[in-house]
């Protein structure tokens, strides 16, 4: 929120990003000087006095204020929000920033050589494409095939920049999944690097960033949240896997890191490298349009080269219902094993078994809150809800019929697990999914134990197509690349190509070649054969033309207005009423649909019915503009315990 605050006469006035101890309510907080001689608000009879202004070296840099601003307006947040998401909760307690600036903090490790490897033709090039521009605002695209060595293009731009002084802001989508990233800047680096992400504790962050607000640290490698951290003389920012959707904030303040990254660079006039090798579709329609300059490493950095893929057809070779394996994939893990290399199983489902089913009645057990099946877990025994955490003991007998014929149907990871380890009782084998990997530590040791060679078979959800690099990894198998497809979601087909590009890309990176088995019943879906085919560019054409006749992103801007409550009737009713108000409101405007209101997809969520009411246009910001001052007269229509959220770009569905 912003309030006013009178300045004590004997004062100077304070600069705006100026922190500043003030009343609120009957005790204090630290705010930030947005804006001085305002004047004095109307129906007030008093303005309060600030209490104590924090020291100038605290304060934030005029570039940060403009790129709050900008969040502010764009997704339609309160500021307050924007503020909580960017600065480290301890700058907030009033006596906070004063103690914690002089201790010293514990060494990063690193792990990764120090000395730099001799770079690519096409690395070398793009290095010098981006050095080029080091004083002017550029994004660029880093398209770059998996194993082809972003991260030592990354690190030689930040050496160039060290040695002139500046400095630069690495963002990274999640730190527990890529710790060999952070590592490899702390080996070449040392102590000008820092880390930022929201597992470390509220110390920890507020002498991070107080190492940026102080020059100390140089090089900062976080995650969405160390996007604004106030770096001195930033010359860089780099978002790596710019197309991973946890950039999305997906709660309160919903804003895309990536997007706020660009804006933030054009503030600093500075470049911004996003890289990927499955770009999003925005990221590449600005560099088809031009707004962003394309920097290609078309090549493997190491001795490998890109593996083979075998498509199966499902519906001709049907897998093992245990193991979700079809013949040919079999036979080829069994000849990978048997040549002591390594292999991957990628399925994108957790538990044992995705729900339970009664043989008397045909019952399913759900969560209560979700009204979705209850994933059936048999170690340690469970029914659990993924969306919400509910879980609860599996029954004896059936609720509603009495019967005890009640089985696990379907296959997950910790059933393939299970009947793998059986079949191959020499294999030394391992699973990693959010079950076991609740822990950072956890997803580290499995791992680095996998990278060591001392697993055979690695058996995961999506925590194992991230960045990692394994030397003697050579047969992949995506057990059923459809299941991200059948979501109702826009983005469904984009999902899939990166998903099965980044989980092919782990095999065959270094002299060992790779092979990558695809499952799927949709062998002629054009996800599938453009990463069949590895070729990015090819999905982008097809993609962008349905984008295009659908009126999606990136051609037309999406805004939902989501609604949530405790009360089914009264969320219809208020989603009915405010879809009713938006049709009036932008009757004449139209470029502006308004389409809905519609049940969300998870209509109950935690004990919530959900309803949606979504906006497109190709004219965002008078659209944006009319939803701003609309906004306040929505909320105030609500009926009780209804709330609603405002998603500007969303990527998720709700
Ligand atoms: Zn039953
Ligand atoms: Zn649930």
């Known amino acids: 929120m912003t309030f006013t605050y009178a300045v004590p006469e004997e004062w100077e006035m304070p600069a705006c990003g100026r922190l500043a101890r003030v009343p609120l309510g009957k005790g204090a907080s630290v705010g930030i000087v947005a804006e001085t001689g305002v004047k004095f608000p109307e129906g007030l009879k008093e303005v309060k006095p600030l209490l104590e202004l924090l020291p100038e070296d605290l304060s934030l840099k005029p570039t940060l204020l ?21 600065l480290p909760p301890g700058l907030f307690k009033s006596t906070a920033a004063k103690g914690e600036r002089a201790r010293p903090r514990a060494p990063m490790i690193g792990f990764g050589e120090a000395v730099a490897p001799s770079l690519t033709e096409a690395q070398r090039v793009a290095i010098a494409d981006i050095l080029e521009l080091r004083e002017s605002f550029q994004p660029f695209l880093l398209q770059g095939i998996t194993g082809s060595g972003k991260t030592e293009v990354y690190l030689r731009l930040c050496e160039e920049l060290l040695q002139r002084g500046r400095s630069a802001l690495i963002l990274v989508p999640e730190i527990a999944l ?18 930022y992400h929201s597992g470390m504790t509220e110390a920890q962050r507020l002498q991070t960033w107080w190492g940026a607000q102080s020059g100390r640290l140089k090089v900062l490698v976080g995650t969405r949240s160390a996007l604004c951290l106030p770096l001195v003389d930033l010359g860089l ?8 959707s946890s950039y999305k904030q997906e709660e309160r303040f919903r804003y895309h890191a990536r997007d706020l990254a660009v804006v933030r660079a ?13 770009p999003s579709i925005e990221t590449m329609e600005n560099t088809a349009r031009g707004k962003y300059r394309l920097l290609k490493l078309p090549l493997r950095a190491t001795a490998g080269t890109l593996p083979k893929i075998q498509l199966v057809d499902l519906k001709l070779e049907p897998a093992d219902p245990e193991t979700m ?67 609860q003991k599996p029954p004896d007998v059936c609720a509603s019929c009495g019967a005890i014929e009640i089985q696990p149907m379907g296959t997950g990871t910790e059933k393939i697990e299970e009947v793998l380890q059986k079949r191959y009782p020499q294999t030394r084998l391992a699973r990693l999914d959010r079950d076991v990997a609740s822990g950072r530590q956890r997803t580290e040791e499995i791992l680095s134990s996998f990278a060591a060679g001392e697993l055979d078979l690695l058996i995961g959800t ?41 989980v092919a890309g782990r095999a065959g990176r270094h002299d060992l070649p790779g092979e990558v088995v695809l499952q799927t019943f949709r062998p002629t879906h054009y996800a599938v054969t453009s990463a069949l085919a590895q070729d990015p560019e090819a999905f982008f054409q097809h993609e962008r033309v349905y984008r295009e006749e659908a ?27 405010l879809a009713e108000d938006l049709v009036v409101l932008f009757g004449r405007h139209s470029e502006v649909r308004v389409l809905g209101p519609a049940k969300a997809s998870m209509e109950k969520l935690r004990g919530k019915y959900r309803w949606q009411v979504m906006l497109r246009t190709s ?25 609603l959220h405002v998603d500007v770009d969303p990527i998720g569905v709700f």
Request: net charge neutral; aromatic share 10%; proline share 7%.
């Open 178 to 195: 890529t710790p060999q990233t952070v590592g490899r800047f702390a080996a070449r680096f040392g102590d000008a690097v820092g880390s």
């Open 551 to 577: 009126s999606y992103p990136p051609f037309h801007r999406v805004v939902l207005l989501k609604l949530s409550g405790t009360q089914s009737p009264r969320v219809e009713q208020a989603s009915e009423k």
């Open 66 to 86: 403009r790129v709050f601003e900008w969040a502010v307006g764009h997704y339609l947040t309160p500021p307050g929000e924007v503020l909580r998401t960017f």
């Open 619 to 643: 004219k965002f910001e008078g659209m944006r503009r009319v939803l701003e001052e609309k906004l306040p007269y929505f909320e105030a229509q609500l009926p009780a315990g209804v709330t």
């Open 237 to 244: 920012i780099v978002v790596d896997e710019e197309h991973d």
């Open 462 to 502: 999506q925590l194992v197509a991230k960045g990692h690099d394994f030397k003697r990894l050579t047969l992949v198998g995506i057990l059923l690349a459809d299941s991200t497809l059948n979501q109702p979601d826009f983005r469904a087909a984009e999902r899939l190509f990166q998903i099965v590009t980044q």
């Open 266 to 278: 054009k503030e600093e006039g500075i470049p911004v490298v996003l890289g990927s090798a499955t």
């Open 325 to 391: 394996m079809s013949p040919t994939l079999t036979e080829k893990l069994e000849a990978v094993l048997a040549r002591g290399e390594q292999a991957l199983l990628f399925l994108n489902r957790r538990g044992f078994a995705p729900y339970l089913l009664c043989r008397g009645c045909g019952e399913v057990p759900n969560c209560p809150n979700c009204e979705i099946a209850l994933t059936f877990h048999k170690r340690p025994a469970g029914m659990v809800c993924h969306y919400c955490e509910f879980h």
